[in-house]
C-alpha cells in the first residue's frame, strides 16, 4: 500500500503536558485497575467497518473484537473461525474451509460461511467504494468485479452449507493463508450491516463483534475507547485480560508522563523523549512491515542507470547514524528495502528472509565512505562524466521528522565528489503525486507491506510496476519474482528460493537505496506479559496476560 497507512500527524495534544507536571514521582502514581491493560495509542480509530479500514490502528481493534478465518500466534498461522489450516486442491485453485459450529456473533447469532460470502462480496462491490478491493485480485472474478465487468455474485466466494466455506482462484496464490489472517477478509453479520447501512462501523451500537473482546460505548470521534473481554467467543477460555483501554496521546512527553505516573501501562515515545528512555526499564522497540529507502530516478538522471554510481550513493550513508540521533523513533538501519520479522523460511521458521539475504545486502547497503568515492569516480568514467559536477535534488515530505531526515541525507550525499543536493520538502500527497509522475531527482519513500511475505515488497520493482518510480529494469529480477507467482506457486521451499535470488540481486544492484525499516519505541511495565506482535503487523490480544 501507499504508506498512508502509518504517516499520521497532528498538532493537537489530547492531555496537556503542563497539568501532568510532576506526575512521574512515585507520590503521585495511581493504582492500577485489576485486570485491566491500559495503551496509548497515535489517532482515534478511523472505522470500524472491515471494507473501508485502511489503516493500522483500525487493523488492530479489528484483530481485537472480530475474527477471520485465521489467527498469527507468534510467527505461525493458526485456525480461528476454520477448523484447521487447510491445503488447497485443484493444483492450488480451490479451498475449502470447515468453520467451527459454536463461533457466534455478540447478539447470538451464529457465524456461517454465508457471513464471509456477504463481506467479502460487499467489500469486492464497486458501489462500497473499498479501497482494499485489489486485495482480492486472484479470488475468481474479483478484478472484474471492481471494474464493474461482472455481477458481484459472480465473486470465487460460496457456502457449501452453514458451516463449510469454499474459495475458488484463478491463478495460485502462494500468500493466500497469510492473507486470511487479515482484517479485510473478515466475516460481517449480514443482519447488522443492513440495519446501520453507511453508519456501520462508526460507533459501539452498529456493531456486533465475534472476536476475543467487544468495542463498548466508543462513537467515531472518541480519543478513548474499552474492549471487554467477549464471552460469546469460541475461545473466551483463553482470553485472560478482561479489559483493554486504549487513549489516544499524540505528545511523547505526555505520554511517558501517564506511563510514569501508572496511568498507562503501554505508552508510545517518538523524537528526542524515546532517545532519553532507550536504556530505562521497560523499554522495547516493536518492528513495523515498513522500510523507508531513496528512489533515484534513472529515466530523469540517466547517472543512476549506472550500477557503480547507486552502490557509491549507499555506501555514503551511514543509517546507524540517521536512526540513532536523527530519527530515535525506534526505526532501525536496514540493508533491504524488503521489512525484516516478517517473512520466514518455510523449511525452517527460525530463518528470517531478510538474514538469509545479508550476505549480499552488507556488500553495498553500509557505511564506507572510501568505497562510496572510489565507485562513484568508477561510475563517472563509465559513463563519460569524469570531473562533472552534479546538483541532485532530493524529494520528500514537509514534516519536521523528514526535514531533519533529509537534511542528514543532503550532508551524507554531498560528500561525494562534486554533488551539490537540494532539498524539496512537500506535503504527502503532493510527494505521492510527484512520484507517481517522476517528477523527481531522488525520493525518499516507503512501503508497508499489505501482508507478510516478500513478494509485497519484490513486486514493487518488476519493470512493469506502477511503483517502480526509477525506472530500474532487470529481466531476470523480473523472471524470477514472475516465477515465485506462477510456476513455482505451488512449491513453497522452491518459491523462497526464487525469492532469495531475486533479493540478491537487487541487493547487488542498489534499484533503490534501503534507508530504515520503520520501528515504535515503547515503554512497558512489567505487569503486562506475553504481547504477541505477529509477522501481519498486529498484536494478537488472545496471548494477553497480566500480573496484578
Known amino acids: 500500500m501507499k504508506f498512508k497507512k502509518l504517516l499520521i500527524t497532528g498538532a493537537t495534544v489530547i492531555l496537556s503536558a503542563t497539568a501532568l507536571a510532576g506526575c512521574g514521582s512515585s507520590s503521585s502514581k495511581s493504582q492500577a485497575p485489576k485486570n485491566t491493560v491500559r495503551i496509548s495509542e497515535k489517532d482515534v480509530i478511523a472505522t470500524m467497518d ?49 468453520l467451527r459450529k459454536n463461533a457466534k456473533w455478540s447478539n447470538g447469532d451464529p457465524v456461517t460461511a454465508n457471513d464471509f460470502v456477504y463481506a467479502w462480496r460487499r467489500t469486492v462491490n464497486p458501489k462500497t467504494k473499498s479501497q482494499y478491493a485489489y486485495i482480492y485480485e486472484g479470488i475468481a472474478n474479483a478484478k472484474d468485479i471492481t471494474a464493474g465487468k461482472k455481477p458481484v455474485d459472480s465473486l470465487g466466494v460460496k457456502a457449501v452449507n452453514d458451516h463449510t466455506l469454499q474459495v475458488n482462484l484463478e491463478k495460485p496464490i502462494p500468500y493466500f493463508s497469510q492473507l486470511m489472517t487479515s482484517s479485510t477478509f473478515y466475516p460481517q453479520n449480514p443482519r447488522t450491516v443492513n440495519k446501520w447501512g453507511k453508519k456501520y462501523g462508526t460507533n459501539s451500537k452498529t456493531l456486533v463483534f465475534n472476536g476475543p473482546y467487544k468495542l463498548v460505548k466508543w462513537s467515531g470521534a472518541d480519543n478513548s475507547w474499552t474492549e471487554v473481554k467477549n464471552n460469546s467467543y469460541w475461545n473466551a477460555k483463553d482470553v485472560k485480560v478482561q479489559k483493554i483501554q486504549y487513549q489516544v496521546v499524540k505528545d511523547p512527553s505526555t505520554s511517558l508522563n501517564l506511563y510514569q505516573s501508572n496511568k498507562l501501562d503501554r505508552a508510545s515515545l517518538t523524537g528526542d523523549i524515546a532517545k532519553q528512555m532507550k536504556k530505562s526499564k521497560g523499554y522495547g522497540i516493536i518492528k513495523r512491515n515498513a522500510t523507508f529507502y531513496i528512489t533515484p530516478n534513472m529515466k530523469k538522471q540517466p547517472v543512476f542507470k549506472n550500477e557503480k554510481i547507486r552502490q557509491a550513493i549507499s ?27 516478517m517473512a520466514f523460511d518455510p523449511q525452517d521458521k527460525s530463518k528470517d528472509f531478510v538474514k538469509e539475504t545479508n550476505a549480499s545486502a552488507n556488500k553495498y547497503a553500509k557505511y564506507d565512505p572510501t568505497e562510496a568515492k572510489k565507485l562513484w569516480k568508477q ?18 515530505d514537509d ?8 537534511e542528514f541525507l543532503q550532508n551524507q550525499l554531498e560528500k561525494l565528489p562534486g554533488v551539490k543536493v537540494t532539498l524539496n520538502n512537500v506535503p504527502f500527497k503532493s510527494r505521492l503525486s510527484r512520484s507517481d509522475n517522476g517528477d523527481f531527482d531522488m525520493v525518499v519513500t516507503a512501503w508497508n507491506a499489505d501482508f507478510p511475505d516478500p513478494i509485497n515488497f519484490l513486486t514493487l520493482f518488476t519493470s512493469d510496476s506502477s511503483y517502480n518510480y526509477g525506472k530500474w529494469n532487470n529481466p531476470e529480477f523480473d523472471a524470477l519474482v514472475n516465477k515465485s507467482l506462477t510456476d513455482d506457486a505451488n512449491n513453497p521451499a522452491v518459491r523462497w528460493k526464487d525469492m532469495i535470488d531475486a533479493q540478491n540481486i537487487a541487493n547487488e544492484q542498489q534499484p533503490v537505496i534501503p534507508l530504515y525499516q520503520q520501528g515504535e519505541a515503547w515503554m512497558t511495565h512489567a505487569r503486562v506479559k506475553d504481547l504477541d506482535f505477529g509477522p501481519a503487523g498486529s498484536y494478537n490480544m488472545v496471548s494477553l496476560r497480566i500480573k496484578d
Open 50 to 98: 472491515s471494507s473501508m479500514n485502511t489503516d493500522v490502528i483500525g487493523a488492530q481493534n479489528l484483530t481485537n473484537t472480530m475474527e477471520g478465518l485465521y489467527r498469527y500466534k507468534g510467527k505461525d498461522i493458526k485456525p480461528a473461525l476454520a477448523t484447521k489450516v487447510v491445503k488447497p486442491t485443484n493444483n492450488g485453485l480451490t479451498y475449502t474451509f470447515s
Open 315 to 341: 555506501l555514503s550513508i551511514n543509517r546507524p547514524q540517521l536512526t540513532k540521533r536523527v530519527l530515535g523513533d525506534g526505526s532501525v538501519a536496514t540493508n533491504s528495502f524488503t521489512a525484516s520479522n
Open 379 to 396: 561510475g563517472l568514467a563509465e559513463t563519460g562524466n569524469t570531473g562533472k559536477k552534479f546538483n541532485f535534488t532530493l524529494l520528500g
Open 399 to 406: 514534516t519536521d521528522t523528514a526535514k531533519k531526515q533529509n
